[in-house]
């Protein structure tokens, strides 16, 4: 038993230290110097909401100090029925910007994907050639939508994933998140790199407008709650392999908040988690199944310290092989993300994540979640 663990160990430590070695060989993109925005593309920043009247006000603001032309992008708040005042507040502030603000009012009608539905009728009124879609809880820099529009000129990407990082949160549940979520950015990151992508998050997402309409929309994952960004990323890279790429760019980093309680961590995971069985390339589902037997690993050698044989000296070599690369990956990534205060929580967050893991593996088998005020399946 003791060697089939240490041998999904061993896979374990090889395939971190090839995440933490793709992520060190990615270039750090920097913008061109700000000079003429000809022949940039008109962008159209999406952001679906619902019930976001004080924390839509400040993206809106941060919209209205990019450097990037105000002629040149657009923004449609997709309201999903608020019952508070999203939708009164973004009217009022449609002449306070200098960019073209456009509500969509969406209408009340039962569906499995909220998020896909707002961002579908967005995009049917869309006069942008990129389409840029971020939440109505973020914040974004000066310099996001110029870094998108450099990007996407310099390498043609046909969908460009952006970096998510938490604002500065100094509570334990708060810590621990940032390290998790550095490590879905980074995987994801540099699963991209290497040709074969598996996630990305629509907080940060740019593609295509016609690649959208090229690839069906959601046709075909529109029954699916979460996967407006993963599932639609998958379809794209079939289509075009070459075309989906990371911005590795301080400048385009969105900061959102972690989930306040461990109830709306537990339902924001079941929602992500819904889109699994929607896979249809197997790498992401193979992948999440190595994870959740690797993790296994470190609690069932624990285990079997204290009622089969397992030696001291093979159960700390079992847990050195998944911490010690762990630490260089995360660590890379955290610092790139600006988060260096909490690299002393990484090794809170390897005590913890085992068991996290095995018991959303085991969660997600269950169908059913809450999301925005709704039950979801």
């Not at 608020?82 to 603000?101: A, C, F, G, M, Q």
């Amino acid at each position: 038993m003791i060697y089939i663990l240490i041998s999904i160990s061993l896979l374990y430590a090889l395939f971190t230290l090839i995440l933490a070695v793709t992520w060190w060989r990615m270039p750090v993109f920097v913008a061109p110097d700000a000079g003429s925005q000809d022949g940039l593309p008109k962008i159209s920043v999406i952001i679906p909401v619902r019930n976001e009247e004080f924390t839509l006000p400040l993206l809106l603001a941060d919209l209205k100090a990019q450097t990037y032309s105000p002629g040149l992008f657009e923004v449609i708040v997709a309201d999903d029925s608020s019952t508070d005042n999203t939708l009164t507040i973004t009217r009022e502030l449609i002449k306070t910007v200098p960019y073209l603000l456009r509500p969509l009012s969406l209408a009340n009608e039962p569906t499995t994907s909220p998020k896909k539905r707002a961002i579908r009728q967005s995009i049917t009124i869309a006069t942008g050639d990129l389409i840029v879609t971020t939440d109505g809880d973020c914040r974004v820099g000066p310099h996001w939508l110029e870094t998108i529009a450099a990007f996407y000129k310099q390498t043609g990407a046909r969908l460009i994933s952006g970096p998510i990082s938490f604002n500065s949160d100094h509570t334990v549940f708060g810590n621990l998140q940032t390290v998790e979520s550095s490590s879905l950015i980074g995987a994801g990151a540099c699963t991209m790199a290497l040709g074969s992508p598996t996630m990305c998050n629509g907080a940060n997402l740019t593609y295509e407008k016609r690649v959208f309409e090229a690839v069906g929309g959601f046709d075909g994952i529109d029954h699916v709650a979460s996967g407006d960004d993963e599932l639609l990323m998958h379809k794209i890279a079939s289509r075009y392999p070459d075309g989906v790429k990371f911005l590795k760019s301080p400048d385009a980093i969105v900061h959102t908040a972690p989930q306040p309680s461990l109830r709306a961590f537990y339902h924001q995971r079941k929602r992500w988690a819904s889109k699994w069985r929607a896979y249809q390339s197997m790498l992401p589902s193979l992948l999440a199944v190595f994870i959740f037997a690797s993790n296994l690993a470190v609690p069932l050698a624990v285990a079997g310290y204290w009622s089969f044989g397992v030696t001291g000296y093979q159960l700390i070599s079992l847990i050195a092989l998944k911490a010690v690369p762990e630490w260089l990956f995360l660590g890379s990534v955290l610092m790139f993300l600006k988060k260096k205060r909490v690299l002393l929580w990484i090794p809170v967050t390897q005590l913890v994540y085992p068991l996290y893991v095995v018991f959303f593996g085991l969660a997600a088998q269950q169908k059913g979640f809450r999301w925005k005020g709704r039950n979801l399946h």
